[in-house]
């Protein structure tokens, strides 16, 4: 297969770009134990990744990306800082669209480093936008961390946020919420009638499986006490609709998210982080008056983006994904190593679509 | 050559597709004994019928290796990605009506839609440290019907039959299956959730994308569709 060696070869130019860039070359397995992936992504993983099993090793994937092998590698036997690349297949189930490939290489770079995480996000998304500059392709930004920053600040209960926190990454089901929460959308006609139930589980038939009685008193307490909180008040959806909706150039997006955060002060600490971060990327030479940013995206990709995330897109070809992407996961090293965090951030490029484009080889 | 139609080889399905095609003067039925999965067909030239689980209808249908079956939607969805490119929905049969729902223990009273399995989701996965388990053979249907509606922190657990059984016997939290009256859910202190209508299935006459015709089928087939009044 001719197309198969040409990606090779480009994987393989890409990573000595990213060794040039002080960047040591790892490998990890193609099978990767289920039961981290299951735990880290839920039940949707099953539809991405190929699942297999022996015996002995029970359940086993076909690794659908690097970076949860690379981050556990790192946290096992790495120094810091690290930098780190490497070149190889991932496999991603496709049931929906033939056309597209189940199995194709990745070539990535990541940086685990605790001081100045700003330099390491532009020193991350500089090297990839150098590498990627003869290729014509539009470079989209966003930061989840201020819409995090954004959600925690709400004036609400901890239950809200936490509810909202957790449904960040699904917009329709965030946008939900934020109707129930703040009164824009009616309480469902079941949930009024349980509220007003002076003996909730007089029709509750026997108590059977797992979940007790303890646990669902728990609930209807914490419901009751959730219909006595006030809504979310209009001005503050109102804020966060905005923030939702920035979406202009990376100077004009800090202006206006500066003019947010006189309202919404809950996010002033993440959005200096932006600033930082934007000046670090100019001191690499890259012009942020010509650099999108968009506050919502990153929110439909897989969750592990906890801050800075970053894509870059072929715009004459919409029909394909993404030719690199990346971003910032600290919690995710946050949950893999059980306790213990290390700060970091990276991405993938995809030589096989690189070789199809413009200017490609 | 001959068109091959895949039947359901056993039990109401066969019996009811059976008297389906009767009623257009079409006759299906078993050749030899019970036993025996072979059949005849009358009334109609150049049809050959072949019996075979209902289960095993849709992927015959995807491979070609048959140009007509009769099945439930929900196994073609289930076991099909992108059905439609696969097969084409030629009659809705009108019996083997049933429900994919989801379905939680009746004494969650605080539960009655989406929004609330999913919040329980959370608060179970922090209490019991694995996430909630719901049983089901119908994986695909469930985890695509559960994504669309922001459903987290689940997992599904094979359960390939007396699922209703799962949550007493605590190998599950909630189910999702077939109904088609409620009344084995209500049997087993099950209730089925609001806005927890997955799929409506019914028996209906699929017809292959990808089974090769030759002229002859061509035409066999249009007398078919003439006879069952298709179109």
Known sequence: MPERAATRAEAARLRALFEAAGAVPVETSVLQPADVLLDLYGEDIRARAYVTSDALRGEQMLRPDFTVPVVQMHMEHGAEPARYTYAGE????????????NEYTQVGFE????DAPEGADAEVFSIFFNILRPFNLRAATGDIGILMAAVAGLRTS????????????????FRALMDRFSGRAPVPEARAALLASRDPMADAGPMIGLRGQDEIQHRLNALRGDAALGPISAAEVELLDALLGVRETSDHALEHLRDIAVDLPAIQVAVGRLARRLDAIAARGIDITTLDFEASYGRTQMEYYDGFVFGFYAENRPDLPPVASGGRYDALTRHLGRGREIPAVGGVIRPGLILGLEGGR | MSLKLGVPSKGRLMEKTFEWFGRHGITLGRAGSDREYAGYVQGIENIELVLLSA???PRELA??????????????REKLGQWEQQVRELAELGFGQADLVLAVPRCWVDVSRLDDLDAVAAAFRLK????????TKYHRLVRDFLRDNGVADYQLVDSQGATEGTVKNETAEAIADITSTGDTLRANHLKMLEDGLILKSQATLFKSRTAAMEDVDRRTFETFKVRLRLD
């Not at chain 1, 940086?111 to 605790?114: L, W």
């Open chain 1, 158 to 173: 901890e239950r809200r946020k936490a509810a909202l926190m957790r449904h960040l990454w699904r917009p329709r089901r």
């Open chain 1, 111 to 114: 940086i685990f480093e605790r």
């Open chain 2, 63 to 76: 491979a070609g290796r048959i140009h007509l079956g009769v099945t439930g939607t929900d196994l073609v």
């Open chain 2, 128 to 135: 019991h440290g694995f996430r909630l388990r719901i049983a």
């Open chain 1, 90 to 101: 991932v496999f991603r189930r496709q049931e929906e669209d033939a056309r597209r490939p």
């Open chain 2, 55 to 57: 289960g095993e209808i």
